[in-house]
C-alpha cells in the first residue's frame, strides 16, 4: 500500500508561480496540464487578496482553490471561509493607530483607486481590486521608528500584528498559510475532490520568500522557488525534505512539479 492516495498543490503566485517581472506562469504550462490530467487540485496562496486572485483565475481558469491575504480568506467555489480578523476590528485598530502618530496615516481598504495606484504604481482597475480587503490592510504612512513601535503595540491590543513587507507594513490576523492548507484541505473532502481520512492527500506546496515558510513547514514536499533577483539561496526552512528548484520562478516551478510527480506516482506504481 501506498502512504498517500491522493495529492494536492498549493502554490505561491508572485515570484513563484508568476515570474517576477512579466507575472507570465507560462514556462510552467506542461506541468500545470499534467495536474489537470491527473486532476490535482491546484491552490493558489497569496498575499493578494481574492478580488485579485479571483481576476486572474477568471482570465486564465488555473487554480481549483483561492487563498487570499496570507490565509485570512479562504475560497472553493461558492464557500467562502473568514479565518481571518473582522474589517471591524482591522479598521478599528488602524484608526487608534491614526490617532496615536505623528504624520498622516490611511491604509488601501480607505484610499482611492488613484492614491493606491499612486503608491504602489498599479493600474487604476488593479488598485481597485487590491483596495478590495477581508481581514489585511496595508498602510500608507510615513513612519518614525517610535511611530512602528507605537503602531505595533497598538496592534497587539487588538490581537493583530504589524507586518513589513516588500514595501508596507501591513495590519493584519494571527493567520498564516500553513493552517490555511489545512482548512482547504477540510473543504476539498466535504466536495469530494480529496478521499476522507485516514486516507491522506500528499501535499506539495511551493514559495520563494519568508512568508511561505508556514505553507512549506506543513507540506509533505517543501518546493523552495529561488528569487529572480536574489543572491545566494538560504533556506526558508530547515528539512531536509525540502526541494531546491533549479531555476526561478515558472521555469522552475515546471522542473520541481514534474520531478515530484514522477516520484510521487513511480512510488505508488512500485508499491502495487
Ligand atoms: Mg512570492
Known amino acids: 500500500m501506498t502512504k498517500h492516495s491522493h495529492c494536492v498543490i498549493f502554490t505561491d503566485l508572485d515570484g513563484t508561480l508568476l515570474d517576477h517581472d512579466s507575472y507570465s506562469w507560462a514556462p510552467a504550462a506542461a506541468a500545470i496540464g499534467r495536474i489537470k490530467q491527473l486532476h490535482i487540485p491546484l ?14 483565475n477568471d482570465r486564465d481558469d488555473i487554480f481549483d482553490g483561492l487563498i487570499g491575504e496570507n490565509g485570512g480568506v479562504i ?24 490617532r496615536a502618530v505623528s504624520g498622516p496615516l ?8 488613484a492614491v493606491i495606484a ?14 478590495q480587503r ?12 517610535t511611530d512602528i513601535a507605537t503602531a505595533q503595540s497598538i496592534a497587539g491590543e487588538f490581537g493583530l500584528k504589524l507586518v513589513k513587507g516588500g514595501r508596507f507594513h501591513t495590519l493584519c490576523g494571527p493567520t498564516d498559510k ?48 529561488p528569487q529572480k533577483h536574489g543572491g545566494a539561496i538560504l533556506p526558508l526552512i530547515d528539512d531536509t525534505k525540502l526541494l531546491i528548484a533549479p531555476e526561478p520562478g515558472p521555469s522552475g516551478w515546471n522542473s520541481a512539479i514534474n520531478q515530484l510527480l514522477d516520484q510521487i506516482f513511480n512510488a505508488r506504481v512500485q508499491a502495487h
Open 43 to 56: 491552490i493558489a496562496i497569496s498575499s493578494k487578496t481574492l478580488a485579485e486572485l479571483s481576476f486572474l
Open 75 to 98: 475560497c472553493l467555489g461558492d464557500q467562502l471561509e473568514h479565518p481571518g480578523p473582522t474589517t471591524k476590528t482591522i479598521d478599528g485598530a488602524r484608526n487608534a493607530i491614526a
Open 106 to 113: 490611511a491604509g488601501f481598504r480607505t484610499s482611492s483607486p
Open 118 to 131: 499612486r503608491e504602489t504604481g498599479l493600474a487604476p482597475s488593479d488598485a481597485a481590486r487590491a483596495a
Open 134 to 145: 477581508h481581514c489585511s490592510d496595508p498602510l500608507i504612512w510615513a513612519p518614525t521608528e
Open 178 to 225: 500553513g493552517k490555511a492548507m489545512d482548512k482547504m484541505i477540510e473543504m476539498l473532502i466535504g466536495i469530494g475532490r480529496l478521499p476522507s481520512p485516514p486516507a491522506k492527500p500528499a501535499t506539495i506546496a511551493l514559495g520563494d520568500s519568508a512568508n511561505d515558510a508556514t505553507m512549506l513547514a506543513a507540506a509533505d514536499f517543501p518546493v523552495q522557488i
